[in-house]
């Protein structure tokens, strides 16, 4: 059929729907192209959140509300707000690698896209675009055998009270409730596994000079009743520093997990970070080392120091 | 609106986060390629659903998005890992995927 | 002897040989046990090995009285009794319709083969003592002698074909066991492969002919229960079955009886130990093909053309080995190929229709034939293995008993009346002559005259003139022993009484087994063979017995007289070798052996080992090269398939959406 009978029957139907649809429709995919053809990551995505709250608009004239304001809050407000978030963390703020894909691969993925397009049109076109699809139940439209007719949701909307919300909530908590409830332990799940991912393992606060402690406690007397433990009393390092006297009469008295242990932030595993102590300092410094993890580590440079001298 | 038109739409969205699946080579633009998609979609299953005159379609469409933002999560906290590891996010970066 | 379950079928055998099955007839007690004269040696064989060197000689010497008893007292009762019995034993193989059973036969040609192996086994083991003393592996011999009588026996008994060729199989392993068993000489160890693949060729003959003959009579016995055994019923084969089937008999014989054109193997198998020569060589194994030719008389009858084939490949044997052994000078050597030219003289006598005389010849030169290898090794005993008859003569004072009994061989082989060859011989010409092979019997007898002169050179070069030796001499050990110092004298008691016997029957046996040319053993033994009457051969020729006596006779004279004149004692030979007055080409070529041997070299393993190269370049070009091309392909594709795993995400993907576009589009097709 031409292009204009397509067009006629496309007008048909309210003004204002088409109107809107023309603007939105233009803007997603013109985002959608945009977001595609970006060098600069960060326009790409800006370029996506246009795209997703056009589609919204088009959510709107489709007559689900309720799914375009989720569209707007869920998508383009936290999805969208993610990916900016790890774009701006690992600092690739510039894709310059865009251009090393080969013409040639370039030129046959837009073929297979037009393809794409083309294909799905050609199953389109016809059935679905003739008058009778138009979802106003007052035009007159012709009906034919091979077209699709458009039932619209004002039945349903005129039933609900609540409108579009009270549509979708009516068969997920009676019809879909397994998948619901499916669907929130999927949610836990990915948020646990977020953030076991997003653990960082390999750098050691000892090695990171900038790490600060959140919890710094008052240095006690050398004597440490509660200075003992693990350092002196497991290795064999450090036999003859003065400030050892005390600590080797009483190998065992304490055990480590007698004194209050904070673990530092990001640090879960206290035993392990008893060794590396163990292993960084020798020689037993006193209380300091006693109360546990927290001021060894952080001043081992003092602590060591301090050890030395004294 | 004859509701193909919608559907017309959708497939130009579809298409065009396939081609920056087969062009794009930064992981992230990848991935928000395949959001694209799902969101052609997503506007699918939204004129299907006015086209039936029922709420099954979204339904589905409230699923689709539960499951990409889960996906979103857990794909952004790979992504981060692999940068970390790899310091490039190359996608055609030599044996990416056969260590 | 109620207890073995049994079947003795006796067949009443009219005039001229042919079978007609009567009633089946209980066993006489001996003629049931025929069974034990094959097994006891076997029995000793094994015996001797298990139990070692505490028996030495005495279980295989025990074993062969016995099994020479037991054939003479089959001989008394046969006697009289001009039929066939069959004694079975068990069942061998049934498949389908083809039976054979462990069956012996027994009837007068049995008989005379068993007591010719029984007796000369038991003479050879006799001597043994004497002369394999102080052999490392003394007993063992004894056990491989005991071996060969027993499957020798089991060939002469075998009531079927392939009872028969077990035996000859037998007999073949043991051939080469005896003849290699010095094997620490290689020279030894090639000989006896020699004899076993020759012999092998002729058992692939064999084997065809038994092939045939089964799908020609359905049966491979001799005689079976209702008269369908090979024997009775040979009269179903045409013409041209029976020809190809004599032919093939005659193959197979000429392999064991060293006929043209398989005798190589027998003069080289002389690296044995001279009992084993005269044993397997002289008097029995070689023997076995004549057997086979006579037993199964009633099918070669069928064809006369068959019959020729098999008179001429004698008559042409007998004369070149004849020539051959002119200018031979290992004292063994020479009677290697005696023994070719006799057998072909016993295949000739087949060959004629003279069954029963070739049986004679078979019997008087296991007597003479057997006493001059005896006599060989008695003088090779002496002379510490010295071979050559240039190193010897003068031994006629040291060792009386030896000449002497050499002295009467001689004469019998040569045709002198009235030793035992010249019967045996002599009848063998009339019947060739008698039946019209006029050509064979000139042949024949210029050959008895070739035979008479080589052998006199024989006889003087070893025994006569001026010994070419000293008392004291150092002489090498041929068996590479080192070195011994020569004092003649006469052998050892256990050596000489053997040879006295066979003396004896050397001198005697011709006379009292067949004096005329229809005598005892010809009329005993024709029940036995089969009838020419139908062959239409002439009975007799222009000339009467008695000039055909005078003739051969004559013949040995002059051959006598010329081996005098060149090799007598009135000669001086004292040079040696050199000495030779048989000189020029002509001799050389005599000497060389025709050069045979080496044309056999030449075409038959230069062919095989082409065939072999050829062969084995195509396993490992082609069949390799096949078999690795596939797993080469193998490999290839496995390569080029891995390029499809890039390790690239965008490959992949791409083929994902290729796919899920190819699919879409087929979906939708459908739909539209």
Redesign the interface.
């Known amino acids: 059929m031409t292009s204009l009978s397509v067009l006629a029957?496309?007008t048909?139907?309210s003004t204002s729907?088409?109107v809107l649809?023309v603007v939105f429709?233009g803007i997603?995919?013109g985002a959608?192209?945009g977001?595609?053809a970006m060098r600069n990551?960060v326009h790409?995505?800006l370029m996506?959140v246009i795209?997703?709250l056009s589609?919204a608009g088009?959510?709107l004239?489709?007559?689900?509300s309720?799914?375009s304001i989720?569209?707007i809050i869920?998508?383009a407000g936290?999805?969208m707000v993610?990916?900016l978030f790890?774009?701006m963390?690992?600092g690739?703020d510039r894709?310059d690698?865009?251009v090393?894909?080969s013409p040639v691969?370039?030129g046959?993925?837009?073929v297979?896209?037009?393809g794409?397009?083309a294909m799905?049109?050609w199953g389109?076109?016809g059935?679905?675009?003739?008058?009778?699809?138009?979802?106003d139940p007052d035009a007159a439209v012709v009906h034919t055998s091979d077209t699709?007719?458009?039932?619209?949701?004002d039945?349903?909307l005129d039933q609900a009270e609540s409108g579009?919300v009270e549509?979708?909530a009516?068969?997920?908590f009676t019809r879909?409730t397994f998948?619901f409830e499916a669907?929130a332990l999927?949610?836990i799940?990915?948020?646990l596994?977020?953030m076991l991912?997003?653990r960082r393992h390999d750098t050691d606060p000892d090695d990171d000079p900038a790490w600060e402690p959140s919890m710094r406690l008052p240095d006690t007397d050398d004597t440490g009743s509660t200075g003992d433990g693990p350092v002196d009393g497991d290795t064999t390092e450090g036999p003859a520093e003065p400030g050892d006297e005390v600590d080797e009469v009483e190998p065992d008295t304490e055990a480590p997990d007698d004194a209050p242990e904070m673990t530092p932030l990001g640090h879960d595993d206290a035993e392990r970070d008893d060794a590396e102590r163990d292993d960084a300092e020798p020689v037993a410094v006193g209380g300091d080392t006693g109360v546990g993890a927290n001021p060894a580590p952080g001043d081992a440079g003092d602590d060591a120091t301090r050890g030395r001298d004294a | 609106?004859?509701?193909?038109?919608?559907?017309?739409?959708a497939?130009?969205?579809?298409?065009?986060?396939?081609?920056?699946?087969?062009?794009?080579?930064?992981l992230?633009?990848l991935?928000?390629?395949v959001?694209?998609m799902l969101?052609a979609v997503?506007?699918t299953l939204?004129?299907a659903?006015?086209?039936?005159?029922?709420?099954?379609g979204?339904?589905f469409?409230?699923?689709v998005?539960?499951?990409?933002?889960?996906?979103?999560?857990?794909g952004?906290?790979?992504?981060?890992?692999i940068?970390f590891r790899r310091g490039s996010?190359?996608?055609?970066a030599?044996?990416?995927?056969?260590h | 002897m109620g207890a073995l379950p049994m079947h003795v079928l006796a067949t009443e055998a009219t005039e001229g040989g042919e079978a007609v099955v009567n009633a089946v007839m209980t066993a006489d007690g001996v003629l049931s046990l025929v069974w034990l004269i094959p097994l006891v040696p076997l029995l000793g064989f094994g015996l001797t090995l298990a139990l070692g060197d505490r028996v030495r000689h005495w279980v295989a010497i025990a074993a062969t009285t016995f099994s020479f008893v037991m054939a003479v007292l089959v001989f008394f009762a046969v006697q009289g009794q001009p039929d066939s019995y069959v004694a079975t034993l068990a069942p061998f193989i049934e498949v389908g319709t083809f039976r054979v059973e462990w069956a012996f036969l027994v009837d007068q040609l049995t008989t005379v083969m068993l007591l010719v192996v029984t007796g000369v086994g038991l003479l050879v083991h006799i001597y043994s003592i004497g002369y394999m003393e102080g052999d490392s592996r003394y007993t063992r011999f004894f056990a491989y002698l005991n071996l060969f009588l027993a499957a020798m026996l089991v060939l002469v008994t075998g009531s079927s074909l392939l009872v028969l060729f077990i035996g000859w199989e037998g007999v073949g392993l043991a051939s080469f066991l005896l003849i290699g068993f010095w094997f620490e000489d290689a020279r030894n160890s090639s000989a006896a492969t020699k004899a076993f693949v020759t012999n092998r060729v002729g058992d692939v003959a064999f084997m065809i002919a038994m092939f045939f003959a089964f799908s020609q009579f359905g049966t491979l016995d001799f005689f079976t229960a209702d008269h369908t055994g090979i024997l009775e019923q040979a009269g179903v084969l045409s013409a041209t079955g029976a020809l190809v089937l004599g032919l093939l008999l005659l193959f197979g014989a000429a392999a064991k009886s060293a006929q043209i054109p398989l005798f190589v193997w027998l003069p080289d198998a002389m690296a044995g130990p001279t009992p084993v020569s005269a044993l397997m060589h002289a008097a029995t194994m070689v023997t076995a093909g004549v057997y086979l030719l006579v037993r199964t008389s009633p099918i070669l009858v069928q064809s006369l053309d068959a019959m020729t084939v098999i008179a001429w490949v004698g008559t042409l044997t007998a004369l070149l080995a004849a020539l051959i052994a002119m200018r031979q000078d290992g004292i063994k050597k020479i009677l290697a190929y005696s023994t070719v030219s006799q057998l072909g003289y016993m295949v000739m006598g087949v060959g004629v229709g003279g069954f029963s005389e070739g049986i004679f010849h078979l019997v008087t030169h296991a007597f003479f034939k057997g006493l001059l290898f005896l006599a060989a090794g008695s003088v090779m005993h002496a002379l510490a293995n010295t071979e050559s008859v240039w190193k010897m003569g003068g031994l006629r004072k040291i060792m009386p008993i030896t000449f002497w009994t050499s002295f009467a061989a001689w004469l019998a082989i040569s045709g002198i009346p009235p030793f035992a060859g010249f019967f045996s011989k002599d009848q063998i010409l009339a019947t060739a002559y008698d039946h019209g092979f006029v050509a064979i019997w000139v042949i024949g007898v210029v050959t008895a005259a070739l035979t008479a002169f080589y052998m006199t050179r024989w006889f003087a070069l070893v025994f006569l003139g001026e010994p070419r030796w000293r008392e004291g001499q150092e002489v090498s050990d041929p068996h590479g022993h080192g070195t011994t110092e020569l004092h003649p004298h006469e052998s050892p008691t256990t050596m000489t009484a053997p040879l006295v016997v066979l003396g004896a029957l050397s001198v005697v046996g011709g006379g009292l087994l067949n004096f005329t040319h229809g005598g005892r053993l010809y009329t005993w033994l024709q029940p036995a063979v089969a009838s020419i009457a139908d062959l239409g051969l002439p009975e007799h020729g222009a000339l009467s017995e008695l000039v055909l006596i005078i003739i051969s006779v004559v013949a040995a004279v002059i051959g006598i007289i010329g081996g005098f004149m060149l090799y007598g004692p009135q000669r001086d030979l004292s040079l040696g070798s050199s000495a030779e007055p048989l000189r020029g080409p002509a001799a050389e070529l005599l000497e060389r052996k025709f050069f045979i041997d080496e044309a056999y070299s030449a075409i038959f393993v230069g062919a095989g080992g082409w065939l072999a190269r050829a062969a084995a370049w195509f396993d490992s070009t082609v069949i390799d090269g096949a078999v690795n091309g596939v797993a080469g392909v193998s490999l290839w594709f496995g390569q080029e398939s891995r390029r499809a795993?890039t390790?690239?995400?965008?490959t992949?993907?791409?083929v994902v959406?290729g796919s899920v576009v190819l699919l879409a589009v087929v979906l939708i097709v459908q739909v539209r």
Do not use: K
Not at chain 1, 127 to 135: L, N, R
Not at chain 2, 11 to 26: D, E, Q
């Open positions: 029957q496309a048909t139907g729907e088409v649809f429709a997603a995919i959608g192209i977001m595609v990551i790409g995505a996506l795209n997703l589609l088009l959510y004239l489709l007559q689900s309720f799914l989720v569209q869920v998508y936290a999805i993610l990916f790890v774009i963390l690992l690739i894709d690698l865009l090393e894909v691969g370039r046959l993925a837009v297979a896209g037009l794409v397009v799905l049109g389109l076109i059935p679905y675009t003739s008058s009778a699809s138009v979802c699709q007719t458009c039932a619209g949701m039945a349903l579009s549509i979708v009516t068969d997920l879909w998948p669907s999927l949610l799940v990915a948020t596994g977020a991912l997003g | 609106m004859p509701i193909g038109a919608y559907y017309l739409v497939a130009i969205m579809f298409a065009t986060g396939l081609v920056g699946i087969l062009v794009r080579r930064n992230i633009v991935f928000m390629c959001e694209l969101n997503n506007l939204v004129a659903s006015r086209m039936w005159g029922g709420a099954d979204q339904v469409v409230f699923f998005i539960v499951v990409a933002a889960a996906e979103v999560v857990v952004l906290a790979l992504i981060v890992n940068f996010l190359d996608v055609d030599q044996h990416l995927l056969e | 795993q390790g690239r995400a965008h992949y993907l791409g959406v």
